[in-house]
């Protein structure tokens, strides 16, 4: 029998997409004893109201990698640890164009210049603003950056050059951060956010689940972004990078992965919510499911320092499910 406490909420949130679930409910939603189904249902019926049948996906270049100072236990790319990871500066401006037609190519609706480090430097943000350019004159991809902390000006100029999603990760609940990175505060991801904003950038922001982080937590990260008012989430899973503090931690098992998602549209009923990193190791055989438990977007292609697999497959779980690349 469908969970009643659950089937209301359900109505509610369909109803009114302002309904306002509390923390509490939220809390109660996601430890309710052998509610799975339950949730993934209303997750579904959400998502339908809300994104129909139209999923995007995203495709990413890792155009600088590594030599980053800060320390986040779950990075391969942290001069902090001892990883094996692939390092070099930021690529041309011609790689970023080339690598964005490719992805076009095989099915990307979206591209983003990810760099690893805090900020861009000026001769790095000069090869971003070109390559975004360019990309935006032979493209008709949505063009994003996950480029580290902005400033006004910085923010800006991303804008003006045809960036319109600004990527920056929370990665975890504020209350569980200092467990994660302390290298620099919560706040300042926060601030980032609020500064992408306020230069008229999409701001893009989830985090990486499974870092030991409690079902608490992961609705406080949930409610974080959503008083954030940003317009999309992305949901990345843990992928143990050895070398790293995190080498060990356990994957999250694919039924409590989608319960997450699922729990991420219910607080979150309008929002984007694409499916990211670490999805093929923790789903597996369960990878099309992310669209019954609420999402709306699938990353294709390959990731920062790990291997995705084929983008054909993806876009043909996409179309096996009934559902459209938008």
Known sequence: MFNKKIAGITEKIVE???YPLSYEQACEIATIPDGMMDILTSADKIRDKYKKNKVFTCSIINAKSGFCSE????CAQSTHYETGVKTYSMVSEEEIVDRAIQMQEAGA?????????????DEELETVTNAAS????KTDLTICGSLGG????LARQLKE?????????LETAGSHFDEICTTHDYDDDIQTIKIAQSAGLRACSGGILGLGESWEQRVELAFTLKELDVDSIPINFLNPIPGTPMENMPLVAPMEAL??????????????IPICGGRERTLRDFQSWVFTAGANGLMIGDYLTTAGRRSEMDIEMIRDMGLIVK
């Not at 050059?161 to 600004?166: M, Q, R, V």
């Not at 319960?259 to 929002?271: S, V, Y």
Request: hydrophobic share 40%.
């Open 16 to 18: 009114d997409a302002t």
């Open 71 to 74: 320390d986040c236990v779950f």
């Open 109 to 121: 609706t979206n591209f983003s210049m990810v760099s690893s480090g805090f900020m861009l430097d």
């Open 134 to 137: 360019a990309i935006k004159n």
């Open 150 to 153: 902005l400033t006004e000006p």
């Open 161 to 169: 050059s045809g960036i319109t999603n600004y990527h920056h990760n």
């Open 259 to 272: 319960k997450i998602i699922a729990l991420f549209r219910i607080i979150n009923p309008e929002k984007d």
